[in-house]
């Protein structure tokens, strides 16, 4: 899974896709995962990373995880692998 | 090292839509205490969901209603409405107050006897009174506010029988301007029911006719319908005085007062719409000091109020089970607490807080109960902060009727508990088990074995 190279994060949690123009906002977590999906990052290595740094367990990030990046991808912001 | 709080990832289009001045509603502060109890240690010491009633804020509620009348008129009654919540502690913290009671069965009749209100204090008002409540209510000298005529004559008829006499009103509906009409209960002022039911009465020879009531209508948001109601009062009340010479006790304007609740489909809060009490205070007071009542005989004002003297006082702690999204791809979230104890869901969008600190980013979801039925739904859209599994929050004003309308559905009903003036948290009714939920069924013989 990887973000489109189009896609422009701002720092403050700022999205945008000049391909349709659209605008959306990310909180922090939001962000930090666009950031690691841009480094190319697994979703295992992602999970590892997170579940070191915040009170969440394996299951409830996966669950998360998914949902979160249904929302990238159904908004056209990821391509696949 | 301590892990950082985690919040799920969310992302949300920003989309330019119609403005709308008053922006979204979003409860920006966490409710993690109660009357200084963390919610935290009431849910993990009494269970999830939790029903929490707060007798600092019944008690501070009912002083400032009665402060409202108390000032503008000088002989006011209050009669704590039994139907809006009858818990036993409830209904004491009223009596201490000086609240009289007021009932709309026998059992609730029962209930005010065996919380030691006198039979004199005690107003027995509705459609259902049986022989044998208004045996009880005319040997107790209790008030009964007659709803319709076989009522009248089984108190005509065993008034004969016991040799006593007994203290009634008539119910009275009317035209006050807001509609529908209540007009099932009672007896029409408009079209003469009312006149010919106190005729009766006084014809009767075997009651005392001491005051007048009416109840009209629920939710109340016009103080002047108030007006309206105390003039039609009145106006009985001084023809019965030109006709008989007889002089009622005591004019009951019933309930009817608004929470601050927000009705469904309501544009603003209930906390920006509704009256205060001062307004209602105001209407009914004005009206009847400038009827021609001698001033040195004035009756007796009783006010029946029940879900604005405790809505606010009572809140409902419950836990997130899951987090899920709906077909279109809505956010929805499922809670432990169901449609079976907030029956008030139904016509409220009631106040939902996280019992935890939050971050500002939000989502729109809807909120669903958790009994396997479609119409389960507490919130159908409502802007929240990012719950996960676990969360705990807290439903506010949910005083009035959910503890008296709940039900038993699917899963047992949950504790309720009441924080006192300290701090100090009581249980005043326990949660239900199989074993009492079991003990009220029987099992034919035949039935008793099977095999599969």
Known sequence: MKIKKSIAVSASGLIFNPDTGESFTVNPMGAEIINYLKEDKSQQEIATHVIEKYNVDTSSFEKDYEDYIGLLSNYSLVEND | ?452
């Open chain 2, 1 to 452: 090292m301590e892990k950082l709080r985690y919040e799920r990832p969310v992302i949300k289009r920003l989309e330019t839509e119609m403005p709308n001045k008053f922006g979204s509603r979003i409860e920006r502060t966490p409710k993690t205490h109660i009357d200084g109890v963390p919610v935290q240690d009431l849910i993990a010491k009494y269970g999830s969901p939790l029903f929490v009633i707060s007798e600092k804020t019944i008690r501070s509620t009912y002083k400032k209603v009665k402060k409202a009348f108390t000032m503008r008129y000088p002989k006011v009654q209050f009669a704590w409405s039994y139907k809006t919540n009858y818990l036993d502690a409830v209904c004491n913290i009223y009596h201490q107050e000086g609240s009289w009671a007021e009932v709309v069965s026998g059992f609730e009749y029962d209930k005010a006897i065996k919380n030691g209100v006198s039979g004199k204090k005690i107003i027995f008002n509705g459609p259902d009174k049986t022989t044998e409540d208004l045996h009880k209510a005319i040997v107790n000298d209790s008030l009964i506010h007659i709803d319709h005529l076989d009522e009248f004559y089984t108190i005509v008829e065993l008034s004969e029988k016991l040799g006593r006499r007994s203290r009634v009103a008539i119910r009275v509906n009317m035209d006050t301007g807001v509609y529908p009409i209540w007009d099932r209960f009672g007896f029409n002022y408009e079209n003469g029911q009312a006149w010919d039911a106190l005729n009766k009465i006084m014809a009767s020879g075997k009651m005392d006719l001491v005051g007048l009531h009416c109840h009209i209508g629920t939710y109340m948001l016009s103080p002047s319908a108030y007006g309206v109601a105390a003039r039609k009062l009145t106006d009985l009340a001084l023809g019965l005085k030109r006709r008989y010479n007889h002089d009622v006790k005591y004019i009951d304007l019933g309930g009817g007062f608004p929470s601050r609740n927000t009705l469904k489909g309501a544009y603003l809060p209930g906390t920006d719409t509704t009256p205060s009490f001062e307004d209602f205070a105001e209407e009914i007071s004005s009206a009847l000091l400038n009827a021609e009542y001698p001033t040195d005989n004035l009756p007796l004002l009783i006010l029946e109020t029940g879900r604005a003297l405790i809505d606010e006082a009572g809140y409902l702690l419950g836990t997130v089970i899951s987090n899920k999204r709906s077909s279109t791809g809505k956010r929805t979230t499922i809670v432990d607490i169901g449609i079976n104890l907030l029956f008030t869901s139904f016509w409220y969008d009631h106040k939902i807080t996280p019992a935890q600190e939050f971050s500002q980013y939000t989502e729109e979801t809807t909120i669903y109960g958790p009994l396997c039925m479609n119409i389960d739904v507490i919130r159908e859209n409502v802007v929240l902060p990012l719950l996960n599994k676990g969360d705990q929050f807290v439903i506010h004003h949910v005083g009035a009727y959910n503890m008296s309308q709940w039900m038993q559905f699917i899963n047992l009903r949950p504790k309720i508990v009441l924080i006192g003036m300290g701090d100090k948290v009581h249980v005043i009714r326990e949660n239900e088990t199989m074993e009492v939920f079991n003990s009220l069924e029987k099992i034919p013989e035949h039935l008793k074995r099977f095999d599969l």
